[in-house]
């Protein structure tokens, strides 16, 4: 089944092997399923269909849409449900003939894929009832491409600003909220009974030779996600997810021992102290690489020379014993 769908970077796979990329992308689908309890809902760009599965397990209808044939025909044979469907269709012109059908319209990972925006949110209003929710995610530009937090992806057509992604959802919709997702380490404090707490954050920031604590305005979102709607929206509470297998922890803490590790320190000097004396384009470098090329060929000569002098001295053995 799996072999179906490439690791081709265009849409996430639940099989990857990136924790990173599971966090994100399921954490969207799961916020996103506490708006569709009872609803007939409308996933865009469903890809290979995990996100519409985990939908329909609380709405009343999912349909996922995909432009991608082999996409659309994997989810159709792994995701089968009453009320779940997949349909080959272009998310700017939708092959749903008939309007207002949709209580909820979720676009994930998808917006920045297209130039089209106006048209895709044309296409979200035809379709969406008129209290219905529109739920969508991006990249935000500055901190996953301008900080170069990421390669740059060659399937983004169009990423954007903060002020890009609200502009263009105040022009379609009368209310809005606007989130921020990020994969943070983090520690939980949380009740063992059933005690009423409410939830406190606490931003910290690594410094020169110790963490400090910092204000919460110092987390830069790598995604934004947008909840719309023509009529007021009710209270949106902010979620953790969390990884209780610890094996991306338990990775990151072998990093860390083997970064502070006096092995690696020392390599570490050692080329830092390299550089420092031996600056690049500079006639001291240059003389440093000749000597060292020099070096090396002496070396090579001298093996060449001893390997020859073996054959030899075995030519010699074997002839005495004839």
Known sequence: MTDRLKLDGERFLPWEQNPINNYEHLHRYRFAKEFVTGKRVLDLACGEGYGSALLAEAAEKVVGIDIDETAIQHASAKYVKD????????????AIAEGKLFDVIVCFEALEHIGEHDELVAEVRRLLKDNGVFIVSTPNKYSHSDQGYYCKNLWHKKELYIDEFETLLSANFKYHVTFGQRVYLSSNIFPLRNICSALREYVIEERKDRFVFVPPEKKEPLYYIGICS??????????????VTEESYKNLAVISRIQNSSILKAISNYYTMRDRIFQPGTKRAHFAKLIWGIIKRIRLISKRIFNLSSDRSSRRKVTSHR
């Open 83 to 94: 009320n779940l469907e997949f349909i080959k269709s272009s998310m700017v012109q939708i």
């Open 230 to 243: 023509n009529l007021p929206l009710q209270e949106i509470f902010a979620s953790y997810l969390i990884d």
